[in-house]
Structure formats: structure tokens, C-alpha cells
């Protein structure tokens, strides 16, 4: 059974660049959610998809956007990079997106110079 | 809004000895908590969660405790070894339950 599978493992942009990161989420499970972790902080939710529709965001400008696929899998676009971008992006997956476990995957590591 | 947060930063103990991680929180109508485990390098991994109705919950070598009363909840890991190094964190699942809302970790360190 695979579990959260995200890609790149690591990406290097410059600032104003534009980038695409990609979620699969766990065999059986139909919601995807994306956070941001600062070096030492906790993650902070990004926005959840349900159904191919954001069902809802957290506090992050429009330069943050996503899509969900009719096979559930996921991607996280960021446009006009900034430096403050840089972060590990995870992603998680649950059943639903209701209070149930969510599991995360590895995370891609995005440094902004 | 939600706010979850631990009360240490670091917490070292002895291999062998037991651990607590504690946090607080301050929305009560949150009825959903989970504690995570990150490694370096890794993604969390769910350890256990709890649910408002329950006071406990026991996994493996791992025990939530829930006080409503007093906002609080804590982990605690049984006979710690060295592979339980790693930051743990709590978090809550906000009221439109679908965002979990964590808090900035307690970093623990087992030495031998």
C-alpha cells in the first residue's frame, strides 16, 4: 500500500520564478492537503482539495494556488517566487478531509535565492 | 482562531526512562487532537490522535491524555529509545474541520 508520494525531492528557484509541486495521495483516500514548514516552525495549512475544488484556505496570498486531478493526486503552484518562499512543502492526505487522520508525505524542499 | 502550542522546546531524557510531551490549546471547540512525529528530513508521522469525547487513548508504548478542563493534552511515550528522537508535535483540527493547526514542536532528545 504506497503512502503520500511527493516530487520533486528538492527544487532550487530564484526569486519571481514560478513552481509546480506534485502530491499522489495515499491508495484509498480522496483529499489532499498542502502546508508550509519554516525551519522550525510547525507546517501551516495552505488549502485543502476535496473533489477537484478548493474546499478551503488558509492565510496565504493568491501567488498560491492548486489543483486536484480526477485521480485524487495533487499539485501546488507558486507563482512570483519570494525569498520568505523558502520552506518544505508537504502534502496530506486524508479520507474525506473530515476529522480523520491525515498523513503526510515526504515533502519537497524548496530554497529561493 | 485556534492556537496550539507546546510548553517546552526541548526535552532530553534517558533511554529506558518515560517522557512527556505536553501541549496546550486554546479553542475549545476543537474535538479533534493528533500528535505527530517528525524526524529530520522526513514528514510527520501520526502517532495517535485523540477525539473531545475521550479523556485517554493508549497505543503502542504511547499514551494521550485530554484535559478539557484546562485546554491541555500530552504524550507520553513509555521505556523511550533512541528512535524516538525526533520533534513532536501536536495539532488541533480547527472548527470547519479540515485545516490542523500545529504548533511549533518539542524537540526530544534520548541519550543513552
Known amino acids: 500500500d504506497a503512502g503520500v508520494t511527493q516530487s520533486p525531492t528538492h527544487l532550487i528557484k530564484t526569486r519571481g520564478q514560478q513552481v509546480t509541486l506534485r502530491c499522489s495521495p495515499k491508495s484509498g483516500h480522496d483529499t489532499v492537503s498542502w502546508y508550509q514548514q519554516a525551519l522550525g516552525q510547525g507546517p501551516q495549512f495552505i488549502f485543502q482539495?476535496?473533489?477537484?475544488?478548493?474546499?478551503q484556505r488558509g492565510n496565504f496570498p493568491d501567488r498560491f494556488s492548486g489543483h486536484q486531478f480526477p485521480n485524487y493526486s495533487s499539485e501546488l503552484n507558486v507563482n512570483a517566487l519570494l525569498l520568505g518562499d523558502s520552506a518544505l512543502y508537504l502534502c496530506?492526505?486524508?479520507?474525506?478531509?473530515?476529522?480523520?487522520?491525515?498523513?503526510f508525505g515526504p515533502g519537497t524542499r524548496l530554497t529561493v535565492l | 482562531g485556534e492556537s496550539v502550542g507546546l510548553h517546552l522546546p526541548t526535552l532530553s531524557v534517558q533511554e529506558g526512562d518515560n517522557s512527556i510531551i505536553n501541549c496546550a490549546y486554546s479553542n475549545s471547540a476543537s474535538d479533534y487532537f493528533i500528535w505527530y512525529k517528525q524526524e529530520s528530513g522526513k514528514g510527520p508521522q501520526f502517532i495517535i490522535d485523540?477525539?473531545?469525547?475521550?479523556d485517554k487513548r493508549q497505543g503502542q508504548r504511547v499514551t494521550v491524555l485530554l484535559n478539557k478542563t484546562v485546554k491541555h493534552l500530552s504524550l507520553q511515550i513509555a521505556a523511550t529509545q533512541p528512535g524516538d528522537s525526533a520533534v513532536y508535535f501536536c495539532a488541533g483540527l480547527s472548527n470547519s474541520g479540515y485545516a490542523l493547526n500545529f504548533g511549533k514542536g518539542t524537540s526530544l532528545l534520548v541519550t543513552p
Open positions: 485523540i477525539r473531545s469525547n475521550m
Open positions: 482539495y476535496y473533489e477537484e475544488e478548493e474546499r
Open positions: 496530506a492526505s486524508s479520507l474525506y478531509g473530515g476529522p480523520n487522520e491525515q498523513f
